[in-house]
Each structure stands twice: as C-alpha cells, then as structure tokens.
C-alpha cells in the first residue's frame, strides 16, 4: 500500500510522481540551486518591518535565528542601489508635502531598465514602497528551524486556513477554492520539510542537523500533504515554463556581465529544457478553471482571498519566518497571475508583465518546493520506517 500511495499522476496535475521525482533531481534541482547563488536571484526586496494590521500585540521570536542579516552595503549589485543621501537636521522633522520627502526613483528605474512597478491583483502589493523596504541576501538567511511557534504561529496558519481557504470537509468546493488550499498547504508542507532538514539538533553546542520525526509528524504522517506539496510544485512549474518567452528576455543585469550571462543561460536551460517539455510538457492545467458562468465572480473572491493571504504575512511575528513568508506568498501571487492574468488565452506572453521582485520569488519559491520535493523523496521512506518502528 506504501509503494502505491505516492505514484501514478499527481492530483490534478498532468504528470506522474515518478517522472517529478526524476526530472527534479536531474534537471530542476541542479539549475535552480546555481540561478538562486547568482547576484540577480539572491537579492531579495522587502520591508520587513512587522506591522501587522489584525493583531498589533504580536510577540516575536525568542531565537537568535529568526533575525535576518541584511545586506551589507557593499555586498549587494552597485546598480540596484539609490543614492545615498546626506542626512541633514531637516530629516528629523516631518518631511510629508515637502518635495524633498518624496523618494527618489531614478536610479531604481535605470537599474530596473526593462523591469515596472505593476500592480499585482493577487497580492498585498509592498514593492512600490521604496522607503521603507530593504535588500536581503537569501544566501545569508536560509530557510530553516527558527524556534518560532506556540499561539502566534498558531494563529497565523489557523487564519490562513479558516478565513480564507477552508479546508474542503467534502466536495462542495469548487475546484478553484481546492487550488488554493492545495497550494497553501502544499507551501505549509514544504515550510515544515525546511524546518525538519535543517534544524537546530543541540541548542548548547549549536549543532545543526535532520529531524526525522518531524518530518514525520508534521508532513509524512499525512499523504495529502505530500500529495499537495507535489501539487504545488508542478503549479509553479507550470507558471514558470508558460511564461519561457517573457523570462528570457527579461534583464537580469547586475552590473557583473560575467555573472548576468551564467543568469540568462540558467534561466534559459530551466525554461526551455528539452527533457521537461518532453517528460512533463503541461505539469498543470489551467485551461480547465474558471469556466463556469460565475468563473470571472469567482476569480475576483479567491483573489481577494490571497490578497488577505498575502497581508497576513506582515503579521508573522519572527523576522525570518516573515521573509519566507513573505516571499513565498508572493511567488504563488506571480504563479497566479502568469496562469490566470489573461484566462490561458494564447496572447499571454505579449500582455504579461512583471516585476523584478516577482520573478525573484517564483524562481526562489521553485527552488524551495524543489528542494522539498527532493528530501521528501530521499528522506521520507526512512523517516516512515523509523517512526513505525517506535
Ligand atoms: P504548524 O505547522 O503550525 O501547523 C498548524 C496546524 O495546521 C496543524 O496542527 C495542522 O492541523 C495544520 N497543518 C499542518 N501542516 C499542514 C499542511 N501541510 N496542510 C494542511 N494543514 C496543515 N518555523 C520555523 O522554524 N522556520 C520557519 O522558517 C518558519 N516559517 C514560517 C512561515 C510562516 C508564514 C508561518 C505562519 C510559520 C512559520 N514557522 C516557521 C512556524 C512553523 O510553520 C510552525 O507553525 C511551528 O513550527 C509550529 O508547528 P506545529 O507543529 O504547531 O504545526
């Protein structure tokens, strides 16, 4: 019954365990794990402040490893920065209607040439907010154990879950409400699989290893969550090769044309790799949603729904599991929006635009389901094993 639970086709997907697990390891895992080290992919933009509108009282997290190391000033691409200004005693007072409090874009749209600022339906849109947001190296801040969990962590799934994407009791769903459980869940699975691989074993000595049992507990305990962590994989996939002609031509200029040029070959091998198109050439359908006559009525609520998602995320009261957090959410708001900005009509590639941060977190977001995919496979039948044993 084991050997049967995770094979065959995926769940409303269009390709079978098998061929993911393979094509992930040979294909999508090594490319994606180089495009996220290089200068383009690793900088992430976000306002990390915890202003959370719902619960203001929100306590943060009581270990070291939730806080995020920004980047140092030199660490980040010269040409992303904005001139730095010099502080005057002005800056001390209210600068609001005056013209010099207005932020300065310019370097921002030269640096950004080729990439706007467009408003995004299905997030909780932070990226025109230049002052307060702030560079962070992803390399620096992995995603893993932070210690963050009890009432706070509670309330944010318990939210997630409750308010806006109920957990379908039979099948009075939609299947459009279904996609979006799934792909919340099958994010949640891949946050607890981070959290299992790469955990703080020994808190005194700071040794840092797997956790079996939790992984166990949290994620292999439940095939429907293994099943919606796979889902959600091939969903983004999926939003990733629709949108191959927008995302090779895009800039991924750094000012490091040695390393702009390895970004825009990787880019390419991972969009138009031959041996995905040929195993898995449609990892999701999303031809098949919104048909109905309440399709348009429906699309507007689940939107609104993620919105809500999306500004939930500012109130994750550790500063670590926020960026994730944040950054995630946002590269499943950009796999909504490439798979369902224009209904799947064939003009997409022409009318599709997106923001340098979105592509930053579909692509880390892969990367993160990519890696999740890959030590479920590896480590999940051990962990099985040792816990049925216990
Ligand atoms: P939780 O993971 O909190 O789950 C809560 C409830 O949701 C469970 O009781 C179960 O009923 C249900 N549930 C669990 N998994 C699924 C699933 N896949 N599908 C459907 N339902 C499910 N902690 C870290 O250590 N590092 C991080 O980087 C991190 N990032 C986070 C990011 C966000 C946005 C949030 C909200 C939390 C994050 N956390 C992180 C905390 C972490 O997710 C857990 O909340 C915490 O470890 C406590 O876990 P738990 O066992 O109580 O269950």
């Known amino acids: 019954r084991d050997a049967r639970k995770y094979s065959g086709v995926v769940e409303d997907c269009c390709c079978d365990y098998e061929t993911v697990n393979q094509l992930n390891e040979e294909v999508l895992h090594p490319i994606l794990q180089e495009l996220v080290k290089t200068p383009f992919f690793r900088y992430f933009k976000v306002k990390l402040w915890c202003d959370c509108p719902f619960w203001p009282d929100d306590g943060m997290c009581r270990l070291r490893d939730c806080s995020v190391c920004e980047c140092p ?203 995905i198109r040929s195993a898995c050439p449609v990892p999701f359908d999303e031809a098949k949603l919104w048909k109905g006559e309440k399709g348009p009525e429906l699309m507007l609520q689940i939107q609104k729904q993620f919105r809500n998602i999306s500004a939930i995320m500012d109130c994750v009261g550790c500063e670590k599991c926020r960026l994730w957090g944040k950054l995630q959410v946002l590269g499943l708001g950009t796999a909504l929006k490439i798979l369902f900005s224009d209904n799947g009509n064939n003009g997409l590639n022409q009318r599709l635009q997106l923001q340098r941060n979105e592509v930053i977190a579909l692509i880390n977001l892969l990367n993160r389901l990519s890696e999740s995919v890959k030590f479920v496979h590896e480590m999940g039948p051990t962990a099985e094993k040792l816990m049925k044993r216990k």
């Open 73 to 275: 000033d030199n660490e980040f691409p010269e040409l992303f920065k904005r001139p730095s200004r010099v502080r005057s005693a002005d800056d001390m007072v209210c600068q609001e209607g005056k013209p010099q409090a207005a932020v300065d874009r310019t370097l921002d749209s030269n640096a950004f040439s080729g990439w706007i600022e467009v408003d995004n339906p299905w997030t909780y849109d932070d990226e025109t907010d230049n002052a307060e947001m702030t560079y962070v190296n992803l390399q620096l801040n992995p995603e893993r154990y932070t210690g963050y969990s009890g009432p706070s962590a509670q309330r944010i799934w318990d939210a997630i879950y409750k308010e806006n994407c109920p957990k379908y009791p039979s099948e009075e769903l939609c299947s459009e409400q279904k996609v979006l459980y799934k792909l919340i869940s099958g994010l949640h699975s891949s946050i607890s699989v981070h959290i299992a691989s790469d955990y703080l074993v020994d808190e005194a000595t700071q040794l840092w290893g797997q956790n079996l049992e939790l992984l166990y507990d949290r994620v292999m305990r439940y095939p429907e969550r293994v099943r919606n962590l796979y889902f959600t994989y091939l969903f983004v996939l999926r939003a990733v090769t629709k949108a191959a002609d927008y995302l090779e031509q895009a800039e991924y200029n750094t000012g490091n044309s040695q390393e702009d040029l390895k970004t825009q070959s990787l880019v390419r091998q991972l969009v138009f790799n031959p041996k």
